[in-house]
């Protein structure tokens, strides 16, 4: 019996050793995913607003009218995964953030096999602007992490916390806190780091340009045609064009592959006039100042007017100031003698502009096609 177990303790140790680094892997490798995809939202909340707000038009019906609770709901969602990330990182309340991790995906798995299923949004943005991967992809991210959160669950019975239990609650609260601090920051300012492809530096002109070589969008035509009341779908290849006996029911275009999209490939400022005048803007050798308001009926009226003094100081200077907005000429129109604004207005995808800054209104400074500046409204002076 001595000889027995004195054989079997490597084995014994082995295994014990096993479960503490599959323990281990599993708490850390939650913690980044958590850390990270919470990080980058909390820095972004109104990134994160708008895919919310996609997310809720999408699904239509009685979703649509909650999108007023879009920027509340990013805030708290990206700082529980701040939260989820830094206590399983630190050790703490670590068999109770568990099961608040397993909740959380709990939730998330169905939602994004849902998404991957009928691609009602592009991507899920799990990871914001900073990493952006397909419907599917995700899904398969979270199956995997359902699966290290179980493993996790099943070791970590029994296991000694690090902390005294007030620490922990004290250590909790500050991670909120840096949670709630970091969205609300960045609110009210700018992202503490900027993901999107008209960052500061980026030269507007460079990022348009498609290779010669670079692939380009496949499609696949499909024709519907009918005889003797049977109807048969072909392609170019073989569609009958001879045979009058067929006659033609409808056409179909269905995307087979995407070709390349530069980083920037949705840019275009067009005028009062109707005339596009992208080009004058982007490779103007002086500086362009862009006043970004995808809404007027949700900018603030502050804001504006603080860009009206901007404009008032460089409007007889060879400094450009245009603002860009999606919104309708009428609207335009009750804004500028709602807040007494005097600056020139032409129009860009409201797409677009939320891209380009997080801001309402936000002020662009352009030289040369390049972005030299950016600032929030409430940075402007």
Known sequence: ?????????????????SVLVSIFISRILLAAVFIFSGFVKAIDP???????????????????SFTALALPAAVALSTLELLIGLNLLFRIHLRGTSFMALAFMLVMTPLTLYIAIYNPVTDCGCFGDALVISNWQTFYKNIVLLILVIVLLIT?????????????WIITLVFIGIGVSLSLYSYNHLPLIDFRPYKVGVNIPEAMFVPEDAPADEYLTTFIYEKD???????LENYPKDDSTWVF???KTALVSTGYKP????????????????????????YTYLLIMYDVNKASEEGAKQAEKMYQKYK???????????SGDDEVKKFKAKTGVTYPFCKTDPITLKTI?????????????TITGKWHWRDIE
């Open 229 to 235: 009341g049977v109807q048969k779908e072909f392609t």
């Open 1 to 17: 019996m001595s000889f027995n177990r004195n054989n079997n303790s490597p084995v014994k140790t082995a295994f014990q050793k």
């Open 156 to 168: 970590t019975r029994g296991k000694r916390p690090v902390f005294l239990p007030r620490a922990e």
């Open 263 to 286: 980083p920037i490939h949705d840019f275009s400022i067009v005028d009062a006039n109707f005339d596009d005048i992208t080009e004058d803007v982007i490779y103007n050798s002086g």
């Open 46 to 64: 109104l990134g994160f607003t708008y895919k919310i707000e996609d997310y809720l038009t999408a699904f239509g019906g009685i979703f649509a």
């Open 249 to 251: 029911v409808d056409q």
């Open 357 to 369: 800054i997080r801001a309402n209104p936000g002020l662009v400074l352009i030289k040369n096609g």
């Open 316 to 326: 007889h200077s060879t400094t450009r100031f245009y603002a860009l907005t999606a």
